[in-house]
């Protein structure tokens, strides 16, 4: 099933970064009070619902629904960093790019583009984030907003679970 599959993935790329995220620490710090996996598995669920962690896939899904929205069906790179001029020009966010540690693509975001053009390739959201992908590293950079604007795995974990049939 498509959606057990995405969810496989996106859980384990959340849950299991090292320790060093929010969702991991949490699971790891109630599972060394001796409860279940369950409840450890619940915990961590539970912390990827805030804004600076979890939530952030979300901003980034309606950031890649508001290109699509704006550029039209079938996407193009041309319609898409027009749409990333114009979104600068009017000061408005580009979601889901640049990272304070990574100074390269998020692996995991390498993974999840992968696996939905595996899966969804035809999927207008599929579509419009890969072109996100190409487009915004160079326009982020020409306009000197990021200086490792690469994509990170919010920019398309919230596409993933959408296409794979959780909205």
Same mark, same amino acid.
């Given at each position: 099933?498509?959606?057990?599959?995405?969810?496989?993935?996106?859980? &384990?790329?959340?849950?299991?970064?090292?320790?060093?995220?929010?969702?991991?620490?949490?699971?790891?710090?109630?599972?060394?009070?001796?409860?279940?996996?369950?409840?450890?598995?619940?915990?961590?669920?539970?912390?990827?619902?805030?804004?600076?962690?979890?939530?952030?896939?979300?901003?980034?899904?309606?950031?890649?629904?508001?290109?699509?929205?704006?550029?039209?069906?079938?996407?193009?790179?041309?319609? &898409?960093?027009?749409?990333?001029?114009?979104?600068?020009?009017?000061?408005?966010?580009?979601?889901?790019?640049?990272?304070?540690?990574?100074?390269?693509?998020?692996?995991?975001?390498?993974?999840?583009?992968?696996?939905?053009?595996?899966?969804?390739?035809?999927?207008?959201?599929?579509?419009?984030?890969?072109?996100?992908?190409?487009?915004?590293?160079?326009?982020?950079?020409?306009?000197?907003?990021?200086?490792?604007?690469?994509?990170?795995?919010?920019?398309?974990?919230?596409?993933?679970?959408?296409?794979?049939?959780?909205?």
């Amino acid at each position: 099933d498509a959606l057990i599959s995405a969810l496989r993935l996106f859980f &384990v790329f959340n849950f299991d970064h090292g320790g060093g995220n929010l969702s991991a620490f949490v699971g790891k710090t109630v599972a060394s009070g001796l409860e279940n996996m369950y409840g450890s598995l619940a915990a961590s669920m539970t912390a990827l619902a805030g804004p600076k962690h979890g939530r952030a896939n979300q901003e980034c899904l309606q950031f890649v629904r508001s290109v699509l929205e704006q550029v039209g069906e079938n996407p193009t790179a041309q319609g &898409v960093a027009q749409c990333l001029k114009s979104k600068l020009e009017y000061k408005e966010g580009i979601f889901g790019f640049g990272s304070s540690i990574l100074k390269q693509e998020d692996p995991r975001a390498s993974i999840c583009y992968q696996y939905c053009q595996k899966h969804f390739p035809d999927h207008q959201l599929v579509k419009t984030a890969c072109l996100l992908r190409q487009e915004a590293p160079r326009i982020l950079k020409e306009n000197a907003i990021l200086a490792d604007p690469h994509p990170n795995i919010e920019a398309i974990t919230g596409v993933l679970l959408t296409v794979a049939g959780f909205p």
